[in-house]
């Protein structure tokens, strides 16, 4: 079983671009919501209050039968309510957390958000009460990173002050710096990582950071810095990321002919392939930004990259191309990037004004919960409470307790900042 803490790390491993314990008795401590119809099983009423829908999705998670499941819903709905600045329910919901791990995620997350350091002492302190060393800093780690994407460096970086781990602790720098584009922290990040003692986690955490460098570098308008810097990398492997990035954003098409040069060096060869299949997703990518979608996806596709044929789908979408947008995203295998690829596409034709273009291209949306986040989207773009209706219809009919919890409080979340 894969913990919160890491579940990005492990998209690192499969593809760097991205049973658990018995049922037993529930000891939960549960939040606060008596009083609302959600406590006797009983949908919100219409007009939904989001109080009231996220005391549904409490109830909902608390049904979940694996503890480590419903500690992880309950974490998502703290964080989820702390985001509409409900904070005295999301500390509540933080509190009723088993789990020491995601009470530590809850916790530091809801106390970033609201500004309040005693619960990021709480969060802390859960953390310290995880008796392995390592899964210690996982927790931390992945605290730091979802603050730091947050927007709340401050708090991310005091989080990341209790890691100990070499590795965990590049990654959490390296997303802190990247969140907030501070290039010292991003030299730190990589000599932390230099100190990996295991010769392919280092790599894959400086592959990991150093593109994010680079990106950084060339915002602040340091070409020729950022350029050094990949050139640099000892590693062809993170040298291939870092060169493939680069030359994706300034448009500099012999320097990837240098990216696939250094991917050729590259030994091992899952790895290697690793670093091609990036190097031709930059690729897509710096096409799309151009408007050569039949470049990119012959790109993509040469490349096996159905990711780079997502984002093309997107980015086609963006560009106001809803038909060729849709024929890319059809035609993609994979049936969750499919998906994602739609609620993407029904978003910006929500953004373009053809609300019923989207709502037909949600509606035909294969998983049921990427469709039904797409409902809840374009509900909360044209506040229309029937299709809120709609929606929470759907969440309520999903049979899996903990991702019926995730939904109902994504429509909560949604409801508060409609209103």
């Given at each position: 079983?894969?913990?919160?803490?890491?579940?990005?790390?492990?998209?690192?491993?499969?593809?760097?671009?991205?049973?658990?314990?018995?049922?037993?008795?529930?000891?939960?401590?549960?939040?606060?919501?008596?009083?609302?119809?959600?406590?006797?099983?009983?949908?919100?009423?219409?007009?939904?209050?989001?109080?009231?829908?996220?005391?549904?999705?409490?109830?909902?998670?608390?049904?979940?039968?694996?503890?480590?499941?419903?500690?992880?819903?309950?974490?998502?709905?703290?964080?989820?309510?702390?985001?509409?600045?409900?904070?005295?329910?999301?500390?509540?919901?933080?509190?009723?957390?088993?789990?020491?791990?995601?009470?530590?995620?809850?916790?530091?997350?809801?106390?970033?958000?609201?500004?309040?350091?005693?619960?990021?002492?709480?969060?802390?302190?859960?953390?310290?009460?995880?008796?392995?060393?390592?899964?210690?800093?996982?927790?931390?780690?992945?605290?730091?990173?979802?603050?730091?994407?947050?927007?709340?460096?401050?708090?991310?970086?005091?989080?990341?002050?209790?890691?100990?781990?070499?590795?965990?602790?590049?990654?959490?720098?390296?997303?802190?710096?990247?969140?907030?584009?501070?290039?010292?922290?991003?030299?730190?990040?990589?000599?932390?990582?230099?100190?990996?003692?295991?010769?392919?986690?280092?790599?894959?955490?400086?592959?990991?950071?150093?593109?994010?460098q680079a990106d950084a570098q060339l915002k602040a308008g340091l070409a020729d810095a950022a350029l050094a810097s990949a050139r640099g990398f000892g590693d062809p492997h993170v040298r291939a990321l870092t060169l493939a990035r680069v030359a994706a954003t300034q448009g500099d098409?012999?320097?990837?002919?240098?990216?696939?040069?250094?991917?050729?060096?590259?030994?091992?060869?899952?790895?290697?392939?690793?670093?091609?299949?990036?190097?031709?997703?930059?690729?897509?990518?710096?096409?799309?930004?151009?408007?050569?979608?039949?470049?990119?996806?012959?790109?993509?596709?040469?490349?096996?990259?159905?990711?780079?044929?997502?984002?093309?789908?997107?980015?086609?979408?963006?560009?106001?191309?809803?038909?060729?947008?849709?024929?890319?995203?059809?035609?993609?295998?994979?049936?969750?990037?499919?998906?994602?690829?739609?609620?993407?596409?029904?978003?910006?034709?929500?953004?373009?004004?053809?609300?019923?273009?989207?709502?037909?291209?949600?509606?035909?949306?294969?998983?049921?919960?990427?469709?039904?986040?797409?409902?809840?989207?374009?509900?909360?773009?044209?506040?229309?409470?029937?299709?809120?209706?709609?929606?929470?219809a759907a969440a309520r009919a999903i049979g899996a307790p903990e991702l019926r919890a995730d939904l109902l409080a994504a429509a909560a979340t949604a409801l508060a900042a409609a209103q």
């Amino acid at each position: 079983m894969i913990g919160r803490g890491l579940r990005f790390i492990a998209l690192m491993l499969a593809g760097l671009w991205l049973a658990g314990p018995a049922a037993e008795a529930e000891t939960t401590a549960r939040p606060a919501t008596a009083g609302t119809s959600a406590d006797a099983g009983v949908p919100c009423p219409a007009p939904h209050d989001p109080r009231c829908v996220f005391a549904e999705a409490v109830t909902a998670a608390l049904a979940a039968p694996e503890p480590w499941r419903r500690d992880r819903a309950l974490a998502g709905i703290a964080v989820a309510q702390a985001r509409t600045e409900l904070f005295a329910e999301a500390a509540a919901t933080a509190h009723g957390i088993e789990g020491a791990a995601e009470r530590c995620f809850a916790l530091g997350m809801v106390g970033a958000l609201q500004g309040d350091p005693w619960l990021l002492d709480a969060a802390r302190a859960a953390a310290d009460s995880i008796a392995d060393p390592f899964e210690r800093d996982e927790a931390l780690t992945d605290l730091a990173v979802t603050q730091a994407r947050d927007g709340a460096a401050d708090a991310a970086r005091r989080t990341a002050g209790g890691i100990a781990d070499p590795w965990l602790l590049a990654v959490a720098l390296g997303e802190i710096a990247t969140a907030s584009g501070d290039l010292a922290l991003f030299a730190e990040a990589l000599e932390t990582a230099g100190d990996i003692p295991d010769p392919g986690l280092r790599s894959l955490a400086e592959s990991w950071i150093a593109p994010a460098q680079a990106d950084a570098q060339l915002k602040a308008g340091l070409a020729d810095a950022a350029l050094a810097s990949a050139r640099g990398f000892g590693d062809p492997h993170v040298r291939a990321l870092t060169l493939a990035r680069v030359a994706a954003t300034q448009g500099d098409w012999p320097l990837f002919a240098e990216a696939e040069r250094a991917a050729d060096a590259v030994r091992d060869p899952d790895a290697r392939d690793n670093a091609l299949g990036a190097i031709a997703m930059e690729k897509a990518r710096a096409l799309s930004r151009d408007g050569r979608f039949v470049e990119a996806l012959a790109v993509a596709r040469d490349a096996w990259a159905v990711e780079a044929e997502a984002q093309i789908a997107r980015a086609q979408a963006r560009a106001g191309k809803f038909d060729d947008a849709m024929e890319t995203a059809r035609s993609i295998l994979d049936v969750e990037l499919r998906s994602a690829a739609m609620h993407a596409i029904a978003e910006a034709q929500a953004e373009a004004g053809q609300m019923a273009e989207a709502l037909g291209t949600a509606r035909a949306i294969t998983v049921g919960a990427t469709r039904i986040r797409a409902l809840i989207d374009l509900a909360s773009v044209g506040k229309d409470a029937t299709l809120f209706d709609e929606a929470l219809a759907a969440a309520r009919a999903i049979g899996a307790p903990e991702l019926r919890a995730d939904l109902l409080a994504a429509a909560a979340t949604a409801l508060a900042a409609a209103q």
